[in-house]
T-cell receptor, first 114, second 113 residues
Framework: DQQVKQNSPSLSVQEGRISILNCDYT??????FLWYKKYPAEGPTFLIS?????DKNEDGRFTVFLNKSAKHLSLHIVPSQPGDSAVYFCAASGVQAGSYQLTFGKGTKLSVIP | NAGVTQTPKFQVLKTGQSMTLQCAQD?????MYWYRQDPGMGLRLIYYSASEGTTDKGEVPNGYNVSRLNKREFSLRLESAAPSQTSVYFCASIWTASNQPQHFGDGTRLSIL
């Protein structure tokens, strides 16, 4: 049973426009959420995170929104740039089996078209 | 500034062969993790080590063993490789198991024929 879901496998956006990537989770025990960016043949790199006590966190062009009641978070990239083309993983953190663990979604491949 | 280093980067094995994937971090982190990523899937946790001297199973531990050799190094061993273990393996580390981002290596791409 998937606890973190990214229902859009891919997304194409024009350069300069907004990219919105969505993520849903089912486990109410998750209390910290992260977005990772991954280029081919590289490891995931941390992009931005949000604690469950907040509803928004902003870092430059990247903003993450959290709606706890809906168990939904989204990543907004404004403006989108060709270098943003990558796979984006949503991850949720919480204590499982006595230790903090990350649970990942399947990823969304973002293509920013020049 | 190496961060998390994984070796080898690529490996091809035959079914039944054994293999150890190496991971080392130079950030003085206490906790280390092994994940696998399959096409169309997210990263799934195989094993983790919350601190030196401890290891625990993750979501998909079957067919694997791990060793936390010291604070820096955490290895993953396939005793008898199977085609279902064809995957990309990522090692990650964090100062201490908590709600903080993990740092990932660049992965080992493993193919089992």
């Amino acid at each position: 049973d998937q606890q973190v879901k990214q229902n859009s496998p891919s997304l194409s956006v024009q350069e300069g426009r907004i990219s919105i990537l969505n993520c849903d989770y089912t486990n109410s025990m998750f209390d910290y959420f992260l977005w990772y960016k991954k280029y081919p043949a590289e490891g995931p790199t941390f992009l931005i995170s949000i604690s469950s006590i907040k509803d928004k966190n902003e870092d430059g062009r990247f903003t993450v929104f959290l709606n706890k009641s809906a168990k939904h978070l989204s990543l907004h990239i404004v403006p989108s740039q060709p270098g943003d083309s990558a796979v984006y993983f949503c991850a949720a953190s919480g204590v499982q089996a006595g230790s903090y663990q990350l649970t990942f979604g399947k990823g969304t491949k973002l293509s920013v078209i020049p | 500034n190496a961060g998390v280093t994984q070796t080898p980067k690529f490996q091809v094995l035959k079914t039944g062969q054994s293999m150890t994937l190496q991971c080392a971090q130079d950030m003085n982190h206490n906790s280390m993790y092994w994940y696998r990523q399959d096409p169309g899937m997210g990263l799934r946790l195989i094993y983790y080590s919350a601190s030196e001297g401890t290891t625990d199973k993750g979501e998909v531990p079957n067919g694997y063993n791990v060793s936390r050799l010291n604070k820096r190094e955490f290895s993953l061993r396939l005793e008898s490789a199977a085609p279902s273990q064809t995957s990309v393996y990522f090692c990650a580390s964090i100062w201490t198991a908590s709600n903080q981002p993990q740092h990932f290596g660049d992965g080992t791409r493993l193919s089992i024929l």
